[in-house]
């Protein structure tokens, strides 16, 4: 096989976060009179939260302290959590979790790599927190993709060397950080745009041909 070990992102790639995210960050936006909408949003994709923060500022008139800046990202952080709190295992697409398995049954290990300092949190809430074999998310990182860090972390966790690993992403910024951590990309919706991937799938379970 051509690979040993598969580093999946969580967020837009294991499950559907999206919507959580837009809300709290538009009703931080609104409270702060900022324009915000979905392609905004989506610029979001992949990148840390104090990163988004400066992303949703880039519209703010004022200026806020490094203070402001913790207590806004923290605002967020805890609506955030709210909307989290309602996702169930029935959030997990039988199509995502089908198709881990199967990869589990190739011997394949496999691991998350992810920006998110709320990973395990997710996981745990659509029926995960024990099914991956090793997590790199972002309490373990202190660059966000499109640096490596968070990919080379999952490898070195999983006990493998970059060149065998294979990352599954819908962010460009993940696709770019694959890619500097020496692995092969697998893209999927928005990150298939970007034409930097080794494959690119139109739906998940294409995964299962990419490994062969
Ligand atoms: C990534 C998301 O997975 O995690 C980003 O794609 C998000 O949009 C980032 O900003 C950080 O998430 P969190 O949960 O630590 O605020
Ligand atoms: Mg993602």
Request: proline letters at 2%; one cysteine or more; charged letters at 25%.
């Amino acid at each position: 096989m051509k690979y040993q070990g598969i580093i999946f992102d969580l967020d837009g790639v294991i499950c559907s976060t999206d919507q959580y995210h837009y809300l709290a960050w538009k009703a931080l936006a609104d409270k702060l009179g900022i324009y915000f909408d979905e392609t905004i949003n989506n610029r979001l994709r992949g990148v840390s939260r104090m990163a988004s923060l400066e992303i949703v500022l880039e519209r703010y008139d004022g200026v806020l302290t490094d203070e402001e800046k913790e207590a806004a990202a923290t605002e967020k952080n805890e609506l955030y959590r709210k909307l989290l709190a309602r996702m169930s295992p029935a959030d997990l697409a039988p199509e995502v979790k089908e198709t881990l398995d199967a990869l589990r049954r190739k011997g394949l290990l496999l691991a998350i790599g992810s920006s998110s300092k709320n990973a395990k949190f997710i996981l745990g809430q659509i029926g995960l927190g024990d099914y991956f074999d090793k997590i790199s998310d972002g309490t373990n990182i202190s660059r966000s993709k499109p640096d490596p860090e968070v990919f080379l972390k999952a490898a070195e966790f999983l006990g493998l060397e970059p060149g065998v690993c294979l990352v599954v992403e819908d962010a460009k910024a993940g696709i770019q950080a694959a890619r500097a951590a020496g692995m092969d990309a697998a893209a999927i919706g928005d990150a298939v745009a970007c034409g930097l991937a080794t494959y690119n799938l139109s739906t998940f379970r294409d995964l299962l041909d990419c490994v062969d």
